[in-house]
């Protein structure tokens, strides 16, 4: 699949961080560059750094008779796919209908695709990561927030709007607690990087003992997702308990995708699969005992497998995907 | 679409009555018959009763000039559709891997298809139902249990295994109701009419009033969904409560998978539509509280409008869509 003369941009536009990839027509990135997105200097002065990232990795990478064919960008966001706007975005408040494949366009004179952020972690996993070798697979990123990414018949499915695979949203607690949405008991609510820090703070303001407030040196504003997961290591108790409900809830959300979706796999990524080793086995847990057996039997429950380069990947594929 | 002279047979097997019917290709039914499956009189019964049903409805509708192009079957439970082979169905205990479509058309000598009935059900409603004009839908089908069929870009997603769509086992609630799955809290524990007969006659036990025991005589078991929702219209308080939670579990159901496909429409249909008119309001403000705005607001949710057709009429289609 793809020839290496044929090269492609991926851009994984963060709210923190910019990643912008090289990536061969097979899926492999052969340079890239992560620089910080400074939100704040404003839209104009944020373009102005992609477009120049972009052009830093080609200046550094491209060679005599290699060409670039086109630039795929993953965003946070609603993302209107056709006309490559970013309609709204949680993580640029204040980004408004944000015209970003014309910008691009206007200044480089390269194809421009754009999809969000989930879907592109989704493409890069299912095109040369975790998910290659099969055709439907769901893919959950979790992060500060839930992601998701649906792909079925090797495409991705975006629904009606181009806004489908909200699956941080998918109610699993209905008087649960609140999320960031408004709505209460959301998948994110449980199985995000910031819900079990929260959730963390909240236990140890109502007096709970836990080791992860030592190793946070005593400061709440700390504490990580990453410290609860050493203290679960070490036998913590409410460390314990916090992963564990995490990966329970995690487990009803992927047993719901299943009973849905009858997927061959479910790929999960983002920072909290640091802590896959203790999440994984209660989730599975989860997942056998609420997913109809013969479609729990059949699916693969994996980890994804590009690190934080799948959603460079995934943006690249999709430039490419639609190019070819 | 379709010429009137090229003829479907639709098939509807449940496991108490089959529905029979004669569809033109424009998805048209002409006539139908509905007898009952009587399973008790063992697998080779049933098919010979199915048969001569199909016979039947030929001998009493064609006209010269005609011919019956395809048989569609819709049947509850596990089905390879690529065979058409039953592989197990709650409704028909003792059948295991029956090859339904190979028995028909070896009497028969017509081309025969097979899907699950809950898919036959969504893609009647598809092609000439509440969903025509969409491409994109979701349809539940509310009666003793949830079913579910799922369609994308105009065709049903069928899944890795044929097994997609099984919405009545997502969970709504962790640590609610026991299902007849074995699992806890799944949304046909709650959303299903004999759900409601079960949470109703707990309640007359453990010593709650209410005028549905009048209405059924004092006697437990002449309790139906109906006589709830008749006794709700009257102001009766358990039957109107049982009412509200079943149509608010039924909003977290739907609101998860228009956060999850991103619809144009959700149709519901099945017996407990019946109480649409007290239902519906209670289902689309929970809708409201938990779809992603964007998605809630351009979403459809409308009752199925083939009555008890929809069956018949979408399994005819199945067969005529895999024959053109």
């Known amino acids: 699949m793809g020839d290496n003369k044929t090269l492609l941009i991926g851009v994984d536009l963060g709210g923190t961080n910019m990643r912008v990839g090289m990536v061969t027509s097979d899926g492999r990135m052969v340079h890239r560059l992560i620089l910080p997105t400074r939100v704040t200097l404003g839209l104009d002065k944020v373009v102005e750094r992609i477009i120049k990232a972009i052009q830093e990795v080609i200046n550094q990478t491209i060679v005599p008779g290699n060409q670039i064919k086109g630039i795929g960008i993953g965003s946070p966001g609603t993302i209107d796919i056709q006309s490559g706007i970013i309609i709204s975005s949680p993580n640029f408040p204040k980004w408004k209908q944000v015209p970003l494949k014309h910008m691009i366009e206007e200044k480089l004179s390269i194809p421009t695709f754009m999809d969000n952020d989930a879907n592109a972690f989704a493409f890069g996993e299912k095109w040369v990561g975790a998910g290659k070798e099969v055709q439907s697979l769901v893919c959950l990123t979790l992060g500060t927030g839930v992601g998701g990414g649906i792909i079925l018949n090797g495409r991705i499915w975006h629904g009606a709007d181009g806004m489908a695979a909200e699956i941080g949203h998918m109610t699993v607690l209905p008087d649960g607690l609140k999320c960031n949405c408004g709505n209460y008991g959301c998948l994110e609510s449980y199985a995000s990087a910031s819900s079990i820090v929260r959730r963390v703070c909240n236990a140890i303001q109502s007096g709970k003992l836990t080791m992860v407030l030592d190793y946070a040196k005593g400061n709440l504003e700390n504490i990580t997702s990453d410290l609860v ?45 640091n802590a896959w080793d203790i999440i994984y086995p209660v989730t599975l847990k989860e997942v056998q005992k609420r997913a109809l057996s013969e479609m729990a039997k059949r699916v693969k429950i994996v980890r994804a497998s590009l690190g934080d380069n799948s959603g460079i990947i995934g943006a690249a594929g999709i430039a490419y995907f639609n190019l070819i």
């Not at 108790?237 to 979706?261: C, D, R, V």
């Open 229 to 273: 997961y050493q203290a679960a290591l070490k036998g913590d108790e409410l460390a314990i308990h916090i992963m564990n409900e995490t990966a329970t809830f995690l487990g009803i959300g992927i047993a719901n995708l299943i009973n849905l979706l009858n997927p061959e796999m479910i790929v999960v990524g983002g920072g909290l699969t």
